[in-house]
């Protein structure tokens, strides 16, 4: 146990992963909410650096083991390509 107020690297990385997280949240609502093309575009810029930092974090809590995740079978990756492409196609 540590004291009181203090935390953990772990913690601490976690915490920021999921503020980052939600941070990308927000900012995305406001690209789809906005009419404005300067405001979408600064604010898809704010997106993507927060992504970026998003990622950073993730992939150190990985390589420490704090975010343990598998390989997909390349099998499933490929049924969710072509799921996807089916669905694009529907669409256009």
């Not at 990985?62 to 196609?89: D, I, L």
Request: net charge negative.
């Amino acid at each position: 146990m540590h004291p009181q107020g203090s935390f953990t690297e772990q913690e601490l990385m976690n915490d920021l992963l999921l503020s980052e997280k939600q941070v990308s949240s927000a900012y995305n609502t406001g690209i789809t909410e906005s009419s404005c093309t300067q405001l979408r575009q600064n604010l898809t810029t704010c997106l993507t650096g927060t992504q970026e930092m998003q990622f950073q974090v993730f992939d150190a809590m990985q390589k420490r083991g704090w975010y343990p995740t598998k390989q997909a079978p390349a099998q499933e990756v490929q049924a969710a390509k072509t799921k996807f492409s089916q669905e694009q196609n529907q669409i256009q």
